[in-house]
C-alpha cells in the first residue's frame, strides 16, 4: 500500500475496498479491457473518449451541448448582464447623489431603476447559479454529462435571446418602467401604454422558459445520473442544495409565468383579469408575482448557501458538521419559503388573523437559516491546518467572512421587517431596499465569488496566487456596507424607494451622497477583481490536480480544465460524496476501471442509477452535438418577436415550427433496434436508456408535471381568489357553458387515456389502431373546448368569462399536446423506433394521457364549483 500524500485521509482496507472499483476483487488485469470495463492504456482511452464527446471547433461550437461548454456560456453570459446592471445602478446613485437632481428625468429613472432589478434578479443571479450547477453537478455526481445535454444548451439559447431582447427594448427607450414586479394597475394598457411593459412580460417569460428547463435538467441528472454506489443518503451536500432549488423553480416559477400571461392578455385583447371595473383584482397579480417573489429570495440563497457547504469543509480540512441537520434545514427552508408570499403584502389590507400567521412564518424561517450558519461556524471551530499550506486567509475564505458579517445583517434586518407594525412603518422605504441588498448580495455574491476563486483552478486550469483578489475584496466589502448600510438609515428617516429625486431640506442629502461614493468604491472592487480574474485566465501558473485538497469527485478528472468525457470510467462509491480522496480515485479512473470505462460505437455514455439506492440501472446515451437546440430556440424567439408586435399569424406558424423541431430531437442509432443487455463495467450488464424501464425522458416528464401543476393549480387559485375578493361578483349574467361539449371532452379524455393505457400494456408493435384512437381523441377533445370558449360571453365583458377562457385554454393546450404525443408515436412505431423493448414514445404518451383525465376532469367540473362559491360569497 502507498503513502498518502500529505494531508490525506488515513487509509484503511476498508476506504480502500469502497473508493478502488475493484480492489476486493483482486489484482487487475494487465491486458486491455473488452467494451465493458477493466484496464486499458488511459492515453488511447483518452483520445477515444475525446473523439466521441469533443465539440468541433469554430462555427460547431454554436452546436455545443457539453455541459462545461453551456455551463460556461451560463455564468459569462450572466456576468455580462451584472455589468449591465451595476451600470444602471451607477445610475441611480448618481441621481440620488444629491436632492432635485436633474441627471434622468422621471420617465427615464423609471427605466433605468426598473431595468436594474430585472437584470439582477432574471438575467443575473438565476441564471448565474444554473451555469454552475450545470458544469459541476455531473463532475461531483460521477457523471460524463447532464441528463439531456440539447435541453440545457435550448436553455441557453432562450436565455441569451430573452435578455437580450429586454436590453435592446432599453438601448431603443422602450424599456419597461413599471418596476421590475411591475404592480397593477401601473403596468395594465392605460397606464403603461407602448410596448414597454409587454417587453418585460414576453422577455421575463422567455427567460423563464430557460429557467424550467434547467429545473427539470438538474433534478433528473440528481436523481439518477450518480456515480453507481452514491445513495441518495451520500450525495455531495451541493447535489441536495441543487435538488432543493431545482424543486422550489418547478413550483414556484409557473406562478410568474401564469401572471405574465395573464396581464398580456388583459393588455393585448383586453381581458379583465385585474381590472376592478370588470370583475377583476389588481392584488391578483401581487398574489401571483409574490408566490413567486419571495421564493426566489430562497432560490437565490440556497445554491449560494450550497457552494458555502462544500468549500468550507474543504479549508477546514474536515468534513461538514451537521450534514443531516443541514439538509432537513434547507428542506424546511423550502417549505417554508412557499407560506411567507404575503410577507410583501402586509399594506394592502388583509384580515389580522392572515397578518399574524404570515408574519410567524416569516420569522420562523430564520431557524433552518440559522441552523446552516451554526453548521459552518462549528465546521470552521473545528479546523484541521493542512501541511503544507500557506499561512493567512485564502481568497475565498476572505469572501466567506465577507457572507457571514453582511448576511446575518440582512437576515436581522429581515427579522424585524416580518414583524407587521415594524413593516407597516418601514414599509416602501429605503430600509426594505438595503434589506433586500443586504440578503441578496450578502447571501449571494459575496459566497459566489468565493465559489469562483476555489473552483477557478478547476474551470481553468490555472491557479490563483495573485494579491489584487485581497484588494478587490476589501474595496467590495466597503463599499457595499457604505452603499446599503446608510440606506437604512435614511429608510428609517422616512426616504421612499422608487423616487427619482428628494427635496434639500429632507436631511437625507449627505447620506445619499456619501453612500453613491461608496457605490464608486464598491464598482472598483468589482473592476479589479474582474482584471484579476482575467489576468490570472491569461498569465496564471498551472494548477496541480486537487489544489485544495479537496473531498469531492470533481477534483478527480485526469487533468485541469476537465476533459469534455470528465471521467474515462465511471467509479462505484461507497463512502459520502464529500468524504473521498480524488488523488487516489483520478488515476483509477483513468486506467478505465469502473462503469463504461470504453470508447464503444461512437455513442456518449454515462450511467443511470435507481433513484434511493444508487445501483446501477442502465447505460444512458447522450446525444451529440447538434444545432437543434440553437434552431428551437430562435424559433421559440420568433413566437415571442410576433406576440410582441402582435402578428397573432405569425406567432401560430413560429409555435408549429417549434413543435416540429422538438419532433426531430429524439434520434440516435442506438435507437434504431433493439440491442438487448450489453457490458457495462464491474461485471454490470445493463440495458440501454432507450430500453429501460424509466428512462431519462420519462423522468423528465414526471417532474414536468410538478412544474404544470403548479401552473394549473396558480390558475384555479386566482379564479376563486377573483370570485372571493374581487368587486363585482357574481357578473350580472353568469357565463353558461352548454352541455354537449362538456361531455364530448369528458368522454375524448377518457377514450385518449384508454387507447394510451391498451397501447402500452399490448403488443406495441400492434397498435397503431390504439394510438390512432387517442390522435383523434385528443383532437376531439381540442375541438370540444374551442366549441366551449366560443359559447362564452364577450370576454372583455367580465373576469367571469375570462377566467373560464383562460382554464378552458389550457385544457385544449394539454388535448394538443397529447395529440403531438399520439402522432410522434405512431410515426416513430411505422419508422421501427419503437418495439417491446423501446418503448419510451408510447411510456410518454401513456403517462401524459393518465395525468391529463383527472386534471381536465377538475377543469371541466370548474365553472359549476366557481359559481357555486362566487354565489357563496355574497353578502
Not at 460556461?72 to 447623489?97: D, E, H, K, N, Y
Request: charged fraction near 10%; proline fraction near 9%.
Amino acid at each position: 500500500m502507498t503513502k498518502p500524500p500529505s494531508g490525506a485521509r488515513p487509509e484503511t482496507p476498508e476506504t480502500v475496498k469502497t473508493l478502488l472499483p475493484g480492489a476486493d476483487r483482486g489484482p487487475a488485469p494487465a491486458q486491455p479491457a473488452a467494451p465493458g470495463g477493466g484496464v486499458t492504456d488511459p492515453p488511447a482511452l483518452d483520445a477515444g473518449l475525446r473523439r466521441i464527446w469533443a465539440t468541433g471547433p469554430g462555427w460547431q461550437r454554436l452546436a455545443a451541448v457539453n455541459h462545461s461548454i453551456v455551463g460556461l456560456r451560463f455564468m459569462v453570459t450572466s456576468l455580462v448582464f451584472f455589468t449591465i446592471g451595476g451600470i444602471l445602478a451607477m445610475l441611480i446613485r448618481v441621481q440620488l447623489a444629491t436632492p432635485d437632481s436633474g441627471f434622468l428625468e422621471p420617465g427615464l429613472y423609471a427605466q433605468v431603476f426598473t431595468m436594474h432589478g430585472t437584470v439582477m434578479m432574471f438575467l443575473f443571479a438565476i441564471p448565474l447559479f444554473e451555469g454552475l450547477a450545470m458544469y459541476l453537478l455531473p463532475k461531483m455526481l460521477g457523471a460524463r454529462d447532464m441528463a439531456f445535454p440539447r435541453l440545457s444548451a435550448y436553455g441557453y439559447w432562450c436565455y441569451l435571446f430573452g435578455g437580450t431582447l429586454l436590453i435592446v427594448a432599453m438601448l431603443a427607450g422602450a424599456a419597461p418602467d413599471s418596476g421590475w414586479f411591475m404592480y397593477t394597475p401601473l403596468s395594465s394598457q392605460p397606464f403603461s401604454p407602448g410596448i414597454g411593459a409587454d417587453v418585460w412580460l414576453l422577455g421575463v417569460t422567455f427567460v423563464e422558459i430557460s429557467a424550467i428547463s434547467a429545473a427539470v435538467e438538474i433534478t433528473v441528472t440528481i436523481l439518477i445520473l450518480r456515480a453507481p454506489g452514491m445513495s441518495m443518503d451520500k450525495m455531495p451536500v451541493f447535489a441536495w442544495y441543487m435538488l432543493t432549488v431545482a424543486a422550489m423553480m418547478l413550483v414556484g416559477f409557473p406562478p410568474l409565468i401564469l401572471g405574465s400571461v395573464l396581464l398580456e392578455a388583459e393588455r393585448a385583447f383586453g381581458l379583465p383579469f385585474f381590472d376592478p371595473l370588470r370583475g377583476g383584482d389588481p392584488l391578483l397579480w401581487q398574489h401571483l408575482f409574490w408566490l413567486f417573489g419571495h421564493p426566489e429570495v430562497y432560490i437565490i440563497f440556497l445554491p449560494a448557501a450550497g457552494a458555502l457547504s462544500t468549500l468550507i469543509p474543504v479549508f477546514a480540512g474536515r468534513p461538514l458538521a451537521g450534514y443531516r441537520a443541514v439538509v432537513a434545514a434547507l428542506v424546511a427552508m423550502a417549505f417554508l419559503s412557499f407560506g411567507l408570499w404575503v410577507h410583501h403584502m402586509y399594506t394592502t389590507g388583509l384580515p389580522h388573523l392572515s397578518l399574524a400567521l404570515f408574519s410567524a412564518a416569516s420569522t420562523l424561517v430564520a431557524v433552518p437559516t440559522a441552523v446552516q450558519i451554526f453548521a459552518w461556524i462549528a465546521t470552521l471551530a473545528q479546523r484541521r491546518p493542512k501541511p503544507g499550506a500557506r499561512p493567512g486567509v485564502p481568497v475565498p475564505m476572505l469572501h466567506v467572512f465577507g457572507f457571514f458579517f453582511i448576511f446575518v445583517m440582512g437576515g436581522l434586518t429581515g427579522v424585524m421587517l416580518a414583524i407587521v407594525p415594524f413593516d407597516w412603518q418601514a414599509h416602501d422605504t429605503h430600509f426594505v431596499v438595503a434589506h433586500l441588498h443586504y440578503v441578496l448580495i450578502g447571501g449571494f455574491l459575496f459566497p459566489m465569488l468565493a465559489a469562483g476563486y476555489h473552483w477557478l483552478p478547476l474551470i481553468s486550469g490555472r491557479a490563483h496566487d495573485g494579491p489584487a483578489a485581497r484588494l478587490g475584496f476589501w474595496l467590495v466589502f466597503a463599499g457595499f456596507n457604505g452603499t446599503f448600510f446608510l440606506m437604512h438609515i435614511t429608510g428609517l428617516m422616512g426616504m421612499p424607494r422608487r423616487v427619482h429625486a428628494y427635496a434639500a431640506e429632507s436631511g437625507w442629502h449627505w447620506l445619499n451622497l456619501i453612500s453613491s461614493i461608496s457605490s464608486f468604491v464598491m464598482a472598483i472592487g468589482f473592476a479589479v477583481i474582474v482584471i484579476d480574474l482575467l489576468l490570472t485566465l491569461r498569465f496564471g501558473r498551472k494548477a496541480e490536480p486537487d489544489p485544495w485538497q479537496a473531498a469531492t469527485l470533481e477534483w478527480a478528472v485526469p487533468t485541469l480544465p476537465p476533459p469534455p468525457y470528465n471521467f474515462a470510467a465511471i467509479p462505484r462509491l461507497g463512502q459520502r460524496g464529500d468524504m473521498l480522496e480524488p488523488r487516489k480515485l483520478a488515476p483509477v479512473m483513468a486506467r478505465g476501471e469502473g462503469f463504461v470505462g470504453h470508447a464503444r460505437n461512437g455513442w456518449m455514455e454515462t450511467t443511470g442509477v435507481s433513484v434511493a439506492r444508487g445501483a446501477p440501472e442502465q447505460i444512458v446515451i447522450l446525444p451529440q452535438q447538434t444545432y437543434l437546440p440553437l434552431w428551437t430556440g430562435l424559433a421559440t424567439g420568433a413566437v415571442f418577436l410576433s406576440l410582441l408586435f402582435k402578428l397573432y399569424p405569425l406567432a401560430i406558424i413560429a409555435a408549429l415550427g417549434v413543435v416540429a423541431l422538438f419532433l426531430r430531437w429524439p434520434v440516435g442509432d442506438h435507437a434504431a433496434a433493439d440491442r438487448g443487455d450489453l457490458p457495462a463495467g464491474e461485471g454490470a450488464v445493463l440495458p440501454l436508456s432507450s430500453e429501460a424501464k424509466v428512462p431519462p425522458a420519462i423522468w423528465a416528464l414526471r417532474v414536468l408535471a410538478v412544474a404544470d401543476g403548479a401552473l394549473l393549480a396558480s390558475l384555479l387559485f386566482g379564479g376563486l381568489f377573483l370570485a372571493i375578493a374581487a368587486p363585482g361578483w357574481p357578473p350580472p349574467g353568469w357565463p353558461a357553458l352548454p352541455l354537449a361539449p362538456g361531455v364530448l371532452a369528458a368522454l375524448a379524455l377518457v377514450v385518449a387515456w384508454a387507447a394510451s393505457r391498451r397501447t402500452a400494456r399490448g403488443d406495441v408493435l400492434r397498435g397503431t389502431p390504439m394510438l390512432g384512437g387517442a390522435l383523434a381523441a385528443n383532437l376531439a377533445t381540442l375541438a370540444a373546448v374551442a366549441w366551449m370558449i366560443a359559447a362564452l360571453p364577450p370576454l372583455q365583458d367580465h373576469a367571469a368569462q375570462a377566467v373560464l377562457a383562460a382554464v378552458l385554454v389550457w385544457l385544449g393546450l394539454h388535448a394538443f399536446i397529447g395529440a403531438v404525443l399520439a402522432f410522434n408515436a405512431l410515426r416513430r412505431l411505422r419508422s421501427g423506433h419503437v418495439s417491446a423493448r423501446r418503448r419510451i414514445d408510447i411510456d410518454l404518451l401513456r403517462l401524459w394521457q393518465a395525468g391529463l383525465l383527472p386534471a381536465g376532469l377538475v377543469v371541466l367540473g370548474f365553472p359549476a364549483a366557481l359559481k357555486a362559491l362566487a354565489l357563496a360569497a355574497l353578502p
